[in-house]
DNA sequence: ATTGAAATTGATAAATCGTCTCAAGAAGAT
DNA sequence: ATCTTCTTGAGACGATTTATCAATTTCAAT
């Protein structure tokens, strides 16, 4: 059994509803993004070259994209490279960003979450995830 | 008497206090910028040719850093391209995106944004600006 | 199990975005 | 006006991601 049944379940759906099929290399790649929180393509890329030499980046790259499509992952940009993030990982988390240093900080928030139900309500939306970042100076940055 | 004398005068304290000089393309690229909320690169080298056809996107960049570090922009990594933030400009808005038929739909929500700023305080950091936004079904295409 | 249509892969070429280089030109203090 | 320093424009360059395409793999139907 699996450790992460949930997840390759909702991949294996999303392949089917779209005629895709279920193959080594994303099944290698979903084990290996659902024990990071998050990640970069060529992070990924050397994790996995000991698993499998042969495994290409254009793959990681298109399979990560597969996930964000299935709802698994979601792309975030952030100097020149892109992190993949995991959904699943913790519930949904946001981001303090410091624009001078880089720093991340994550943060959770359900007085946030409520009033963002309580706006898509209004103009009736119904969410599925949402992203929220916050752009400043950390305390360090500041002086 | 200039539209933007504040920010000019930002920019010129900047300048002064770098030893860096006050140019014709910093003026103009400052003006084209500060009647934008956002803006790109390539977005102000297509509108500037009009006016400079000269002006090359390198200077353009270049002074959009500028900016940056004076204070009176800031980069935020969108997609694949680096968007520059007017932080003069008031009216933040945030986006409810349909991920069917791709509607966006424009808010504000003061409340949420006073609980940003809690969650920065708590954190020790200081906003300058955020990006909030909701994804999921819009009503015509939940159905 | 075999077949065959359709999707996927790996390798690499190509595109994209932003920065760097450098000679020529402009700014600003003297 | 002169001289030093900074800036510019043009294109080269580097890093990251996507597109291309022949060979391979998946999977549903025999």
């Given at each position: 059994?699996?450790?992460?049944?949930?997840?390759?379940?909702?991949?294996?759906?999303?392949?089917?509803?779209?005629?895709?099929?279920?193959?080594?290399q994303?099944?290698?790649?979903?084990?290996?993004?659902?024990?990071?929180?998050?990640?970069?393509?060529e992070?990924?890329?050397?994790?996995?070259?000991?698993?499998?030499?042969?495994?290409?980046?254009?793959?990681?790259?298109?399979?990560?994209?597969?996930?964000?499509?299935?709802?698994?992952?979601?792309?975030?940009?952030?100097?020149?490279?892109?992190?993949?993030?995991?959904?699943?990982?913790?519930g949904?988390?946001?981001?303090?960003?410091?624009?001078?240093?880089?720093?991340?900080?994550?943060?959770?928030?359900?007085?946030?979450?409520?009033?963002?139900?309580?706006?898509?309500?209004?103009?009736?939306?119904?969410?599925?995830?949402?992203?929220?970042?916050?752009?400043?100076?950390?305390?360090?940055?500041?002086?």
């Amino acid at each position: 059994m699996p450790k992460h049944a949930k997840e390759m379940d909702a991949l294996k759906a999303h392949l089917a509803k779209h005629q895709l099929k279920y193959t080594r290399q994303r099944e290698l790649i979903l084990d290996a993004f659902l024990q990071q929180e998050h990640i970069t393509a060529e992070e990924m890329y050397h994790q996995l070259a000991k698993k499998d030499p042969h495994l290409g980046l254009a793959t990681i790259y298109r399979t990560l994209n597969l996930f964000c499509e299935a709802g698994l992952a979601q792309a975030r940009h952030f100097g020149t490279q892109t992190q993949y993030d995991n959904i699943s990982h913790k519930g949904h988390h946001d981001h303090l960003i410091c624009t001078d240093c880089g720093k991340i900080v994550e943060f959770e928030n359900c007085e946030i979450e409520k009033l963002q139900q309580e706006v898509a309500t209004r103009n009736g939306f119904t969410i599925s995830t949402h992203r929220l970042e916050l752009y400043g100076l950390c305390g360090r940055c500041r002086h």
